[in-house]
């Protein structure tokens, strides 16, 4: 009987050369999976399969992770507010390593005797994917054509046209990568260090011009209800957020970061849901939170979404983290109103049974209902008493 090989499969140049690679040169019984992360219609799905088979493999399969995507990652990447150098969601590494984990069950689940994906030697995919092969499935040996034979686009091509594979491989002025999270955007432009993305690069153009306000509803830290409509998942939430909030061209940005190989890389991206609701979450968060629990949710989250874009999701250390993240949610409640704009939007306010920025206290600057002038005094003085300790001990001049 033939070994089982499982190929992570997109359809793509890369992936088709895998495809008819390991079933005529290396004698495999090819298995497709292509995960989904939000990012596929459904007749994409249909015509990416029908390509599989054209292509000889033995079974495709279709897994829709996008519900197991968001409650195991995108929740928490909300919950933190994360923005990788305070500008990226990390649209494509949450995914791959959802998808790499799924992939590995799937290879488990059918007893495959290799596990294979196409991602080439110069990026982060083939570490996210190699990474959560060895940890999950480590009696499975991983091939990686592309990358172990340094193959060039042409030399794919050609290799393809000789087994009697015909597609039109035209390569495409702009990479892109879709998925409940976000959009990437690769191109020329983004190789340089000073061009921006051209207009026509974004796969969601400009269509609505009139502003329009929006309120978000939050249960708990999670998007639930978009102005009258509640929904029965976060995951619908999302979507219906990106429908709304993307004709606007919004949650455009340019990505500067480093590779987990070291290089550093440029790739824009379109994040209309993400971007809206991590602002209007980190508000709501801002109005109902103390500051020590947003200085340390800071703190965590920073790390957290560093170690998620490097491949690193299943280290113990991040379901800690996502403990913490969960506790600080129970009073993340409330409602949070958004203007939407041509290429912008802007957090108006919040409402919210649990602000803590409550008038019975006092308000700032104006007047203040809980203490006394002679009880700042004191506190002023005691506050400061170590600092003027120090100094005086010291003979500082200040």
């Not at 150098?85 to 069950?105: C, D, G, H, K």
């Not at 921006?196 to 502003?211: G, I, N, R």
């Not at 249960?219 to 639930?224: A, Q, S, Y």
């Not at 200085?295 to 690193?312: F, I, P, R, S, V």
Request: net charge negative.
């Amino acid at each position: 009987m033939k070994k089982k090989v499982v190929l992570a499969f997109s359809g793509g140049l890369d992936t088709s050369y895998c495809v008819k690679y390991l079933k005529e040169e290396k004698g495999l019984e090819v298995h497709s999976v292509l995960v989904n992360t939000g990012g596929f219609t459904e007749e994409e799905l249909q015509q990416t399969e029908q390509r599989a088979y054209d292509l000889g493999v033995t079974e495709h399969t279709n897994l829709d992770e996008t519900e197991y995507y968001y409650q195991s990652c995108i929740k928490y990447l909300i919950f933190g507010n994360v923005l990788k150098n305070n500008t990226y969601p990390l649209s494509v590494s949450a995914e791959r390593v959802t998808q790499a984990m799924a992939i590995a069950r799937h290879a488990k689940a059918l007893g495959a005797d290799y596990v294979a994906h196409g991602s080439t030697g110069a990026g982060n995919d083939q570490v996210r994917f190699d990474m959560i092969f060895h940890v999950m499935i480590p009696e499975i040996e991983i091939i990686t054509p592309i990358r172990d034979m340094k193959l060039s686009r042409e030399e794919e091509i050609e290799y393809l046209k000789q087994h009697g594979v015909e597609y039109d491989f035209v390569k495409a002025q702009y990479s892109i990568n879709k998925g409940i999270w976000g959009t990437s955007v690769g191109g020329k432009e983004t190789l340089t260090s000073h061009q921006p993305l051209p207009e026509s690069a974004y796969p969601t153009q400009l269509t609505k011009e009139q502003p329009e306000r929006v309120t978000l509803h939050f249960k708990k830290g999670e998007l639930v209800g978009i102005n009258e409509q509640v929904y029965g998942s976060p995951v619908q939430a999302i979507q219906a957020l990106q429908g709304i909030a993307g004709p606007f061209a919004i949650g455009r940005d340019i990505h500067v970061g480093d590779t987990i190989i070291g290089i550093k890389g440029r790739v824009g991206f379109e994040a209309a849901a993400p971007m809206v609701i991590i602002k209007a979450h980190h508000t709501l968060e801002k109005h109902v939170l103390t500051k020590w629990q947003l200085y340390w949710k800071d703190q965590l989250a920073t790390w957290y979404g560093n170690w998620l874009h490097e491949g690193q999701f299943i280290d113990p250390t991040m379901r800690n983290i996502e403990t913490f993240l969960q506790e600080t949610q129970e009073n993340v409640t409330g409602k949070v109103h958004v203007l939407l704009a041509p290429y912008r939007f802007q957090v108006e306010g919040i409402e919210s049974e649990h602000d803590l920025m409550s008038s019975k206290f006092g308000s700032y600057g104006e007047m203040n209902n809980a203490w006394s002038g002679e009880d700042v005094k004191g506190f002023s003085k005691i506050f400061g008493n170590q600092a003027m300790m120090y100094h005086k001990i010291n003979n500082t001049e200040l």
